[in-house]
T-cell receptor, first 114, second 116 residues
Framework: AQKITQTQPGMFVQEKEAVTLDCTYD???????LFWYKQPSSGEMIFLIY??????QNATEGRYSLNFQKARKSANLVISASQLGDSAMYFC???????????FGTGTSLTVIP | DAGVIQSPRHEVTEMGQEVTLRCKPI?????LFWYRQTMMRGLELLIY????????DSGMPEDRFSAKMPNASFSTLKIQPSEPRDSAVYFC??????????????FGPGTRLTVL
């Protein structure tokens, strides 16, 4: 079974609007971390935000927030007030406490429309 | 503070040639990961090291691929002989020691390999 599933290959959003990128995960480890990365067309992988499995509150970093629903095993990324520079691929990843490997999803391509 | 450094940034070679990709992790990071990214297969973990020791190389596709980490500040990924299907972007990433779940991986800029 896939550890990380991103079901949206591509998304479009109007500039200044909010957008939600979906991510579901699969693990039996009670302790894990969830990460989101941005990959612009230039190719580098940029860390955006982290959510721990025991965190009581949803993580926020500027315009990025994570809608963490533990019972549903989902960790959706919310980008508020989208900007043209947000156009990129976005990857969800997970690391289990029992291991060192990061499991990545297949990514979602976000396009911000002016 | 320098991030993960990879060289070369671009490599074009002919089928059958040996290719060596290089990585310098962030100083003080004990974990080093090599990934391959293609459109078809996404981001794949090839191998990772802890304190210069290979821990998991189950993602290395074939015997043509080999990786070494002779010291804490340098790692290589070698493909010999290279084939057109090896064309991809190869990323190196490093992570601090301590094993905290909050510790993210820091990626290098990647090496875009094209095998003709």
């Amino acid at each position: 079974a896939q550890k990380i599933t991103q079901t949206q290959p591509g998304m479009f959003v109007q500039e200044k609007e909010a957008v939600t990128l979906d991510c579901t995960y699969d693990t039996s480890d009670p302790s894990y971390g969830l990460f989101w990365y941005k990959q612009p067309s230039s190719g580098e992988m940029i860390f955006l935000i982290y959510q721990g499995s025991y965190d009581q509150q949803n993580a926020t970093e500027g315009r990025y927030s994570l809608n963490f629903q533990k019972a549903r095993k989902s960790a959706n990324l919310v980008i508020s007030a989208s900007q043209l520079g947000d156009s990129a691929m976005y990857f969800c990843a997970m690391r289990e406490n029992t291991g060192n490997q990061f499991y990545f999803g297949t990514g979602t391509s976000l396009t911000v429309i002016p | 503070d320098a991030g993960v450094i990879q060289s070369p940034r671009h490599e074009v070679t002919e089928m059958g040639q040996e290719v060596t990709l290089r990585c310098k992790p962030i100083s003080g990071h004990d974990y080093l990961f090599w990934y391959r990214q293609t459109m078809m297969r996404g981001l794949e973990l090839l191998i990772y090291f802890n304190n210069n020791v290979p821990i998991d190389d189950s993602g290395m596709p074939e015997d043509r691929f080999s990786a070494k980490m002779p010291n804490a500040s340098f790692s290589t990924l070698k493909i010999q002989p290279s084939e057109p299907r090896d064309s991809a972007v190869y990323f190196c990433a490093s992570r601090p020691a301590g094993g905290l779940l909050t510790d993210t991986q820091y990626f290098g800029p990647g090496t875009r390999l094209t095998v003709l």
